[in-house]
């Protein structure tokens, strides 16, 4: 007994002690052993466009893309789960923000998972939770599109959650982002309908004045005199939730990418992607030079019209996604170039611990067991 007492502080203190480097490392290091690898793509120089006109700056925009992140709610979370993956998401971005530091970061919908549901004051709880966990450096910006989760999809919009939304996150339905000549077009996905309803006339309207704005920027013209000032031209970037108009996930190939059970199934138009019209709309008048969405919590990447690339990201939840990514762009006005960024794998994590806590329980055994019995040997007559 006197020998048991006399190691059992210690051994006590060593098995606290690998508890806490396994709780550490899993929970907190291990998002830098993974992120550091990632890197900023380099722009390659043999997709230069040579027609743009005029001085253009030469200092890339460094921009983060994610989606869906679906912070929890009172209806459909629990608690231990809302905890579990919002301190995932928490400590990839903030990592993210540490390792790379952007300047700037793209939230493409699905902010919060019953933003359709909810009351004012669980709304201003979200937004609240939304800025505490992707907070981001001073010279960091965050701008943000509305899903279908955050105010309903078309048929439920009122006008009443739509404002609310827009005031909330400062996320207007339709936005044009200039950055160092980099034209970002972020549109609200649910307002692209084309029924002339109080959300997507008003959208129409607008996208139709930035394509204006662009093309009075690249060629001028006597219709161009109540044009919104561009200084120099370059095709846009457009961001939005539902990705464009596909008949399903078959076509996808990336290691993010939806289970083969899923990648068959076909898309309803305006509800798992863009009406075929809509998308045709958006590429004809605005020709943009990437697409960038989610909505399907599933990678992909598909090319239009023979030069225009989608890229829809998978959900940054671990709650919808086994292997959730990011995509990492670098714009100059006339290049550009994207690489995913792989979050930590929950199964590498619980394997972890799985192998780490029977081991520590091991010790712990060891430690006592056989030395108490030789201890009770030498006790003997």
């Not at 098995?15 to 890197?39: D, K, M, N, S």
């Not at 925009?61 to 579990?84: C, N, P, Q, Y």
């Not at 160092?180 to 692209?192: E, G, K």
């Amino acid at each position: 007994m006197l020998y048991l007492k006399a190691i059992l502080p210690r051994t006590l203190f060593n098995v606290g002690l690998g508890f806490a480097l396994v709780l550490f490392f899993c929970e907190y290091l291990i998002y830098y052993v993974v992120l550091v690898q990632c890197e900023w793509p380099d722009l390659d120089s043999r997709k230069e466009d040579f027609t743009l006109q005029g001085e253009l700056t030469d200092r890339p925009v460094k921009a983060m893309f994610i989606a869906d992140t679906h912070l929890l709610g009172s209806r459909e979370g629990h608690w231990f789960d809302k905890l579990r993956r919002e301190w995932q998401m928490y400590r990839a971005f903030q990592t993210m923000m540490t390792l790379h530091r952007p300047d700037v970061v793209f939230v493409l919908g699905d902010v919060f998972d019953e933003g359709k549901w909810c009351g004012a004051m669980e709304f201003e709880y979200y937004i609240k939770r939304f800025h505490s966990l992707f907070y981001v450096p001073k010279n960091t910006h965050v701008y943000v599109v509305a899903g279908n989760h955050d105010m309903g999809f078309h048929y439920a919009i009122t006008p009443y959650r739509n404002q609310r939304f827009i005031n909330g996150l400062k996320s207007p339905n339709v936005r044009r982002l200039s950055l160092r000549d980099n034209h970002f077009v972020l549109i609200n996905s649910m307002a692209l309908e084309g029924d002339g309803c109080f959300l997507c006339r008003p959208t129409e309207i607008a996208v139709n004045k930035i394509a204006k704005d662009l093309k009075c920027a690249k060629k001028g013209g006597n219709d161009c005199r109540n044009a919104s000032t561009i200084p120099r031209y370059s095709r846009p970037i457009l961001l939005q939730h539902y990705p464009m108009y596909r008949e399903s996930d078959k076509i996808c190939n990336e290691l993010d990418q939806a289970p083969d059970e899923l990648k068959a199934i076909k898309f309803r138009e305006r509800w798992e992607c863009l009406s075929k019209e809509a998308s045709e709309q958006l590429l004809d008048i605005l020709n943009p030079r990437l697409i960038v969405a989610g909505h399907t919590h599933h990678g992909c990447r598909k090319i239009h019209r023979d030069d225009i690339l989608e890229f829809t990201i998978p959900s940054f939840s671990w709650r919808n996604k086994v292997n959730p990514s990011l995509l990492m762009g670098t714009f100059t006005p006339s290049n550009y170039s994207v690489s995913k960024c792989y979050m930590p794998m929950e199964s590498t994590v619980i394997t972890i611990y799985k192998c780490s806590l029977p081991c520590i329980l091991i010790y712990l055994i060891i430690k006592l067991r056989p030395r108490r019995r030789a201890y009770s040997r030498l006790k003997m007559p």
